[in-house]
């Protein structure tokens, strides 16, 4: 809890620089002039087409979800980095490589699978 | 924060500093980058406002701040307004958290008829036990601000740029965080300084059981793990969508990605938060990589009994031994941002499909057999045989 304070003070510091700089520039610049053709969305210069909002491709949820998936089992390896040294040291080597050889099995196996079913093709 | 209002005080002004610092080394990242572009394609570059061009970054400045406050029609405001601003925190709080110099400790001293002390300052922001997780989750949050400027610009570049980055951010935190696996397997730790002392004096590394010592090199990261190197700074470019992997901004095909519709300063604070990000890229590359604040065949103690053979009391030489590792940390970093830009002059753009078989069909498995070596490796170096 100690070690928060500084973090959560230092957010609230530049959350606050942020949004005194854009109170600033409000401040001192220019009022604007509206009209129909600055307001407008930006579109290359023509008369807006579409909204902003389409559809969007499904490959982005696909690579969203494989990203959960394979973070989760690299997140996975971090304790075991760090108690790989400890092991060694007092002769276990050998378990720790073999129980973590078997996950990465596992990871290799499905990141081929992944490859082969063609779901990061992008076309 | 600390245990009096001595001890407080100097904590949030340090903590102060150290973001005013990374604020104002954008303007002169931008002026190096303007320049070192120019030189590269043989041109001068800004070079009119004062001596080689220097002010013109505060011109620049004055310039962002008169700009008009311009917000198109049809944007969801609250959340247009908010993505330049948040975009900051991310790179100030994954910067702050990495150690840029050796910690000061100062003996119990007297002011103002009162004592004071002993105190420990860290020269960073703050402290965290575990440094690297919390860097790669903090600035991995860089994220949301590309995807709340897209999603309330009601832009159909913006938002296209800003699912591209987002794609690709995530593509290349998979290889970004194996890499590092191959790092935490060599210290064996998450604290940043714990693993900055572990690469202090010569190359020492243990054979079958036995110690082996290499006198003229350093003992850092970059000799133990090459290709992680490699693959952890390739990864930092996707993350901090600098050339060749700016995607998000291509602008041949999305005008300018996901701030097409930003003008001003609200701009200019993206451009800070992506600068930042390199900041804290390059900090962490030295910290892995190239032994963070040390400086090869020179101990700390020895420099701080130098400071105190010159006839400088312990305080001033902690503190003045601090801030000349301080500058070794500095020279890596800023030889880091340097390596940013003169790539982004050096290598042209991917195409989107390329960029996302670099990182799943390349950089991963490499980042996975990089992996397995390390631990093969580790395994058969430290393991007593006889």
Redesign the interface.
């Known amino acids: 809890m100690n070690s928060l304070v500084p973090i959560i003070a230092l957010t609230i510091f530049v959350l606050l620089f942020g949004a005194g700089l854009l109170f600033l520039v409000s401040l001192v610049g220019p009022k604007p002039k509206n009209s129909s053709a600055k307001n407008s969305t930006y579109e290359c210069g023509i008369d807006v087409q579409t909204t902003g909002h389409s559809k969007i491709s499904v490959r982005y949820y696909l690579t969203a979800i494989l990203f959960i998936l394979f973070d989760i089992e690299i997140i996975f390896m971090y304790p075991w980095a760090l108690a790989y040294g400890d092991f060694i040291k007092e002769g276990h080597g050998l378990y720790i490589l073999g129980a973590m050889g078997v996950f990465l099995l596992i990871f290799i196996i499905g990141l081929i699978w992944e490859i082969k079913s063609k779901a990061l093709e992008w076309d | 924060?600390g245990a009096d209002l001595f001890e407080v005080s100097v904590?949030?002004v340090k903590?102060?500093i150290i973001?005013v610092m990374m604020v104002q080394l954008v303007p002169l990242l931008v002026w190096v980058e303007r320049r070192g572009s120019a030189f590269i394609q043989n041109r001068l570059g800004p070079n009119r406002v004062g001596p080689l061009g220097l002010t013109q970054l505060l011109a620049d400045a004055v310039k962002?701040?008169?700009?008009?406050?311009?917000v198109?029609?049809?944007t969801k405001r609250f959340l247009f307004?908010a993505a330049?601003?948040?975009s900051?925190?991310p790179a100030?709080?994954a910067f702050?958290a990495i150690p840029l110099s050796l910690p000061i400790n100062i003996e119990q001293f007297e002011m103002f008829g009162s004592t004071f002390g002993p105190y420990r300052f860290a020269f960073q922001?703050?402290?965290?036990?575990i440094g690297i997780?919390f860097v790669l989750g903090i600035s991995s949050l860089g994220a949301y601000s590309m995807l709340m400027a897209g999603?309330s610009?009601?832009?159909?570049?913006?938002?296209l740029g800003a699912?591209r980055s987002?794609?690709q951010m995530?593509?290349y935190?998979?290889a970004l965080?194996?890499s590092i696996?191959g790092i935490?397997?060599l210290y064996?730790?998450?604290d940043f300084a714990t693993m900055i002392d572990a690469q202090q004096g010569p190359l020492t590394f243990m054979l079958l059981g036995k110690e082996v010592s290499v006198p003229f090199l350093p003992n850092w990261g970059i000799f133990y793990q090459p290709l992680g190197a490699i693959l952890f700074f390739t990864a930092v470019f996707a993350e901090t969508n600098r050339t060749p992997f700016d995607l998000p901004e291509a602008e041949a095909e999305l005008?300018a990605g996901y701030h097409?519709?930003y003008s001003?300063?609200?701009m200019n604070?993206f451009y800070i938060g992506e600068y930042g990000h390199m900041m804290a890229a390059s900090a962490l590359m030295a910290v892995f990589y190239f032994g963070g604040y040390d400086i090869p065949f020179l101990s700390p103690d020895s420099v701080r009994e130098t400071f105190l053979g010159w006839g400088l009391s312990a305080n001033k030489a902690a503190i003045a031994t601090a801030f000349l590792f301080h500058v070794s940390m500095f020279a890596k970093i800023l030889f880091f941002l340097w390596v940013f830009i003169w790539v982004r002059w050096t290598i042209p753009r991917f195409r989107?499909?390329q960029l996302?078989?670099l990182g799943?069909?390349t950089m991963?498995?490499w980042a996975?057999a990089n992996?397995?070596i390390t631990?093969?490796v580790?395994?058969i170096m430290?393991?007593?045989w006889s």
């Open positions: 924060m904590n949030l903590m102060i973001f962002f701040i008169f700009k008009e406050e311009f198109p029609e049809k307004y330049p601003v948040v900051l925190v100030a709080i702050g922001s703050f402290e965290v036990g997780v999603w610009s009601n832009n159909k570049y913006s938002l699912l987002c794609a995530i593509s935190e998979l965080g194996l696996v935490l397997l064996g730790t998450f005008v097409t519709e001003g300063l609200k604070m989107y499909d996302m078989d799943w069909k991963l498995p996975l992996t397995i631990a093969i580790i395994y430290r393991t007593n």
